[in-house]
């Protein structure tokens, strides 16, 4: 089972990095505000494949204690604690040379949900449901 | 023609002239100032920062400085507090949307300078001195002070709070000659 499901938490980790990165270039090319000094590239891959691999061993050791009702418990408590998350983005105090801080909370937000997105999407393929 | 005409004319001209030489050198606000404010638990920049300074090293008397900081121009680093920092709960940046000082008189002190003159902020004119320093550089110079307000004299904010009442302020503004 952690075989599977780490290799399903680095594909959509990195699925929802990549997807995080084209909707930063989305968001910028509209709004034209540019947080790549906070959020780059790397960071946003980076935090992605974080946010999968969590997932993944997550998912595993609910799996094992918790069994049939692992999944329930792991779906509830992934998108919980991607919704918990969002209070970063929205606390954070950007450094005072960005000009726009308002605008920050509605690029990073969605990129919260990303990792969770792309692991209920990707997990039929990776695991089947019991 | 009057026969007091030209003579008048000569001598005003004459005293235009001097106070040419007399008035202290302008000075040019450039790139890179650097307007900040700190408290206990907020802190934060005004971006557009305008205004003319007179001033001259050797006779800082004749000086004078007239700036305004746009207060929606405010910067915490949070939209939240930005936005917090604008209302009527604090500056108020729709009904005092300017930050005005205005110097009366600039003396030399023992570690720089001391300009005194009349803050108007959220509705109220106050007479306020701080120390200053005056770095010149190759291309200008650069103003630099840091001092304290203290908020609850401008009505700004309730009394109290989680916001210290005693707001510092560090300057720094480098400037070419005009």
């Known amino acids: 089972m952690m075989k599977k499901s780490l290799a399903l938490g680095i594909i959509s980790g990195l699925l929802a990095g990549i997807a995080g990165v084209i909707y930063a ?3 910028y090319s509209i709004n034209e505000a540019d947080f790549s000094p906070v959020v780059s590239t790397v960071k946003i891959i980076t935090a992605s ?3 999968g691999v ?8 609910l799996d094992r204690w918790l069994k049939a009702r692992g999944e329930i418990v792991f779906n509830l ?4 604690i991607s919704f918990i998350t969002l209070l970063g983005p929205i606390a954070v105090r950007l450094p005072r040379n960005i000009d726009t801080p ?4 509605g690029m990073v937000i969605p990129m919260h949900f990303f990792p969770a997105l792309a692991w209920f999407t990707l997990k039929p393929i990776f695991i089947k449901s019991k | 023609m009057n026969k007091f005409f030209y003579p008048a004319a000569a001598v005003l001209i004459l005293a235009g002239s001097a106070f040419t030489f007399l008035a202290a050198p302008g000075w040019q606000i450039t790139e890179g100032y650097s307007i900040s404010f700190s408290s206990d638990d907020a802190g934060g920049i005004f971006k557009d920062f305008k205004g003319s300074l007179l001033f001259d090293e050797q006779n800082p008397g004749a000086g004078k400085f007239d700036v305004v900081m746009d207060v929606a121009s405010i910067n915490t680093g949070n939209g939240l507090q930005n936005k917090h920092a604008k209302s009527d709960e604090w500056f108020d940046a729709a009904k005092y949307p300017q930050i005005h000082f205005v110097s009366k008189s600039i003396v030399r002190t023992a570690s720089g300078y001391q300009v005194t003159g009349d803050l108007d902020m959220h509705g109220v004119k106050k007479a306020i001195s701080f120390p200053f320093t005056f770095k010149k550089t190759a291309l200008g110079g650069t103003f630099a002070g840091s001092f304290m307000i203290n908020r609850n004299d401008f009505n700004i904010g309730k009394p109290g709070g989680d916001v210290g009442e005693q707001i510092k302020l560090d300057i720094n503004v480098p400037v070419t000659k005009i």
Do not use: D, K, Q, S
């Open chain 1, 25 to 27: 270039r989305l968001y």
């Open chain 1, 49 to 51: 494949l974080f946010g």
């Open chain 1, 54 to 61: 969590l997932a993944a061993i997550g998912y595993t050791l």
């Open chain 1, 77 to 80: 408590l992934f998108t919980l």
């Open chain 1, 102 to 105: 308002e605008l920050f909370p």
